[in-house]
């Protein structure tokens, strides 16, 4: 006899599952989890506190977790808009780069420029910045059909490379004894801070996904975003144009991570150096798909990927623990919330080889 | 929002004065890292230096650390994190951290910073590296004896004055033994990245090199020697277990002596800020055994070292030309520090042009 799992597709997303699948997904990873510190020999009730809770009970922590946040939100909110019309911008860490670099320009070739319009312009060149670098894979998928996917990911490496040699070269502090950094950014060439480290770009990258928000459900081309996606014939028929779509949700996820990149540069950092982000640009994309692609779900997804981050620190100094086991949860994590959200859209049922038999039968 | 932060900051002050008022409490030692510890390579040495403070100071200190911390925003964090957890001693390990430790520094006071190779100092913020130039002149000593096409082949991160300065030590070294001694120099672009490195060594060996050297981290290219049957030298540790035949020796960063000086400073309340710049002589650079080498080279490389840790031998004295010919040091005087931190330029001999 044998019996067999299998999945049967919901006639509509289940709406118990689309709220019950990520809750069931944290039970599992926060069970697991357990069992995981269990295992390296720590109680696993308070490693679990170290890691999830304690970055949560203080001010300084929650200020820092907000700076964490701050680039996934950007990103994370551009993206979201970009895939849901079926674009699949991989470059955001290029984008973010490249606005770093434009936003930079400003405090590096304008040092006596300081004043509050040199902040202004520095997040105008900043999201300018990066839309640019996205218009490039824009075009070319309009002009060529080129695969975006491929070349916004082969444009982040360019931008890195770039970032590079002017920071070694041309961008170089004269006073810094040939290191690889500019002179440090001072007075209004720094993000105002609103408490901690918590800064200008925070409040931006709010405003972008009540924005996408806005986007999405009240405006008309937000609309044409959600058509587009669904079904471009569809689209085309209501009279969208599928290049000009493709283009403008890659110059809004462009900007966005621009945004976060002069953000990261002016807000926290403080001067241009070789390696401006651990990576934001793709944790975003974890962060967007986390977060289904809506406002609210990528708010959501941007506080408990930098709770992870943080929550690591905490487990490394408080339990000793690696820093690849927190790499491990978080990718456990991600797994699990992905896998669990299968449940919305599929309905698991269990068939005896008996059902199996009688179904051929018949 | 504001009070509750200033009653809290007020409570975690008093917290600390109760706290540092208790007899017999352990000093904190912190520690950031900007890899993996691993087990080769710059964290590792430096972890290795941790390891040394708990062992020889274990009944007075307690240390902790935080790996695979980047170079951006997360510094701060880190290093805040470990100054709100009551560490009174922090070591940064890399120079990336720089404005970050001054930063932190200025909010804590009390708290006394190390930072590893940068040259920012405040009151609170000492600084330090080694003079692995010192080794690097040891071992081209030995290549220019070993090598019999006279080429090595060297596998460089990125042209900042650390590493200019170790290819031309190196050079001057190999140069003091064989006048023609060529080099060629691959530039990776990173600190760590295996694949890159093995690529490199390939590349350098085909050209003719037939004898390797690297600044940059991994094993790989020692790895790669030992495959192709020709001589290495380890980089920051010891890496004879990747290359049994082939290690030459090995330039070690070994900052335990520094650590626990400095740890013993921090105990003793006679801690100050200053700029550290050791090599051999003070322990801070220690050459692997000599092996795979004939006797005599093993000798003239002992000799070498030891006239270096007294002070008989400075590898950038006099006449020193530069690529182009023009005289950067003259006969019989040495290059003074100021001018060994911001090299920028290729000693003669070196026919590559430097990254610029």
Known sequence: MMSMITL???????????????????????????????????????????????PLTSWWSLEELAVKATPLLLIGAGLALAYRANVWNIGAEGQLIMGAIAGSAVPILWPDWNNPLAMAAMLALGALGGAAWAAIPAFLKNRFNTNEILTSLMLVYVAGLFLDWLVRGPWRDPMGFNFPKSVAFEGWH?????????????????????????????????????????????ARFSGFSASAITMRVMLISGALAGLAGIGEVAGTIGHLQPAISPGYGFA???????????????????????LTYLGGESAQLALNMPAKVSQALQGMLLFLILGADVLVNYRITWRSGRDEKREEAE | ?????????????????????????????????????????????????????????????????????????????????????????????????????????????DVKFEHATGYKR????????????????????????????????????????????GINSFMLGAQSVNPDFKIKIVWVNSWYDPGKEADAAKVLIAQGADILTQHTDSAAPMQVAEEKGIKAFGQASDMIKFGPHAQLTAVIDNWAPYYIQRTKDVLAGTWKSKDTWGGLAAGMVKMAPYTNMPEEVKKMAQETEEAIRSGKLHPFTGPIYDQDGKLRVKEGAVMSDKELLGMNWYVRGITDKLPK
């Open chain 1, 284 to 306: 975003a994309i974890i962060v967007a798909v986390l977060g289904r692609l809506s406002p609210w779900g990528v708010l959501a997804a941007a506080f408990l990927l930098a």
């Open chain 2, 122 to 165: 405040a009151k609170n913020v000492s600084t330090y590296s080694a003079r692995f130039y010192e080794g690097r002149y040891i071992i081209g000593k030995i290549a220019g004896k070993i090598s019999k096409k006279g080429m090595a082949g060297y596998i460089a991160s990125f042209p900042i004055p650390e590493v200019v300065r």
């Open chain 1, 190 to 234: 720094v993000l105002p801070t609103l408490s901690g480290r918590v800064h200008l770009g925070f409040v931006l990258a709010l405003l972008a996904i009540f924005g996408l928000w806005l986007m999405l459900s009240h405006m008309r081309f937000g609309f044409a975003v959600r058509v587009q996606g669904v079904s471009p014939r569809a």
């Open chain 1, 8 to 54: 049967e597709r919901r006639p509509a997303p289940s709406r118990l599952w689309s709220l019950g699948a990520p809750l069931l997904a944290l039970a599992l990873a926060v069970a697991l989890s357990g069992v995981l510190f269990a295992a390296l020999g720590h109680p696993p009730l308070r490693a679990l506190y170290v890691y999830f809770v304690e």
């Open chain 2, 1 to 109: 929002m504001r009070t509750t932060l200033k009653v809290t900051l007020a409570a975690v002050a008093l917290a600390g004065t109760l706290g540092s008022a208790q007899a017999g409490e352990k000093l904190k030692v912190g520690f950031i890292y900007v890899g993996p510890i691993g087990d080769h390579g710059w964290s590792y040495q430096h972890d290795q230096g941790r390891l040394a403070i708990e062992k020889a100071l274990g009944e007075k200190v307690t240390t902790s650390y935080l790996e695979k911390v980047p170079e951006g925003a997360d510094a701060e964090r880190a290093l805040e994190r470990l100054a709100r957890s009551g560490h009174k001693l922090i070591f940064a390990t890399s120079f990336g951290y720089m404005d970050s430790v001054i930063k932190v520094a200025k909010r804590y006071p």
